[in-house]
């Protein structure tokens, strides 16, 4: 059958795409993402490697894009797509919107609902996805200690006014799709032919089977996904960073999960790379371990201002993975966890390769997008394959 056609917004390394990519139903235009390193992933993987964007010669080469300076520079070319396209996907920065944070509605990263907005009216998609924070759906405190309006409702009244009637927007969970992570983001989901709310029942209903072909259940533990790449099935030199370890795969698979995952082509797990820890930390954890210190216990036992240290539950999903990597302790063993366990928990497969720096720090935390923070920010490709199957049953009435 035709695919259909695409355009991912605020990209990020390329979660959602590979999602749509895997559904066999969808194929892309082009993406737009204003960091190099989050793009130089995409590029990698899913642009030289899969193939899967056409990329219009008005755009030039394949790189790196702002939203607002794309809109300036070739408002007439994409005021041409109008109406030729059948998706545009995607979500804005949510580090405004988000209830771990400070939740600034002056955050300048805020205006960017706006500037997708702006895409959404020069295109017109016959269909849009947009994917945020779950405090997307829940309006800032004012002065007097009410709510204001819900920016999900700010979105779905304008979509209306351009002709998308049905607009509707709901909280879903990721760790009942399959995903080892419970993660809730508000989903918006507009069409031009009233099928808006349509997605959501088929997307649960469907679900189950989804996973049933994958041999996966709707909750899956952090043990089923990540226990094959512990430190305890050995050790080497990190190939990509010097004066590191790196992770092996252990002799075998042991889940679903963990061989849905696995890639053993090139020896060792892709950014597998373990933190050099010194022995004070490395106690610490241990500490957190044995006697499964809450994150309020370890800032009275250890006197730290850090707000969140959370042991990891093997028989559970994780809590929402942030970009910070010392926010979690390994559930056995004495350290972070990895870039690729990482990956795993947000159900990227390990032949997903990611570039850039591991981490960074200080004022580069402002225009750097290390790996950590890439698949932090990422939407989980298995949830996506799942929305990208869909859709295009929605589509195709």
Not at 34 to 44: C, N
Request: one cysteine or more; hydrophobic letters at 30%.
């Amino acid at each position: 059958m035709k695919k259909r056609s695409y355009i991912d917004l605020f990209a990020g390394c390329g979660g959602l795409s590979l999602g749509l990519y895997n559904s066999g139903h969808w194929h892309g235009l082009f993406a737009v993402e204003k960091s190099p390193d989050a793009f130089a992933t995409l590029e990698h993987n899913l642009i030289k490697r899969k193939k899967h964007f056409s990329w219009p010669d008005w755009l030039g080469k394949p790189k790196n894009h702002d939203i607002n300076a794309l809109i300036e520079t070739y408002e007439d070319e994409l005021k041409a797509l109008k109406g030729s396209v059948d998706l545009v996907a995607g979500g804005p920065p949510c580090q405004g919107f988000s209830m771990a944070g400070r939740r600034v509605e002056s955050d300048q990263r805020n205006n960017l609902v706006h500037s997708y907005l702006k895409f959404i009216k020069l295109v017109e998609p016959k269909m849009i996805l947009f994917e945020n924070v779950k405090g997307f759906k829940v309006g800032f405190k004012k002065k007097d200690n009410s709510r204001g309006r819900p920016y999900s409702d700010v979105v779905i009244e304008e979509l209306k006014k351009q002709g998308y009637a049905d607009a509707h927007a709901e909280i879903i969970d990721f760790s009942e799709f399959g995903v080892p992570q419970r993660r809730k983001r508000c989903i918006i989901v507009a069409t031009k032919n009233n099928t808006a709310k349509q997605f959501f029942t088929k997307l649960h209903k469907e679900s189950s089977v989804f996973l049933k072909r994958k041999g996966l259940t709707k909750e899956v533990q952090l043990s089923s996904a990540i226990s094959d790449i512990r430190a305890k099935h050995g050790t080497t030199q990190s190939p990509d960073s010097r004066n590191f370890e790196a992770g092996k795969y252990a002799p075998r698979s042991y889940t679903a999960y963990q061989k849905l995952m696995r890639d053993e082509r090139k020896g060792l797990p892709d950014s597998h790379r373990f933190a050099n820890h010194s022995e004070k930390i490395k106690n610490k954890f241990r500490a957190i371990i044995d006697e499964k210190l809450s994150s309020q216990e370890v800032r009275e036992r250890f006197n730290t201002k850090k707000s969140s240290t959370k042991l990891l539950r093997s028989n559970l999903p994780t809590p929402t993975l942030t970009t910070l990597p010392d926010d979690y302790v390994h559930y056995e063993e004495e350290r972070i966890l990895t870039v690729r366990e990482y990956a795993r928990i947000q159900s990227f497969p390990d032949s997903y390769e990611f570039k850039g720096k591991y981490t960074t720090g200080g004022p580069r935390r402002k225009i750097e997008v290390p790996r950590y923070t890439q698949v932090g920010n990422a939407i989980p490709p298995l949830f996506a394959e799942q929305t990208g199957r869909v859709l295009k049953k929605i589509i195709n009435g």
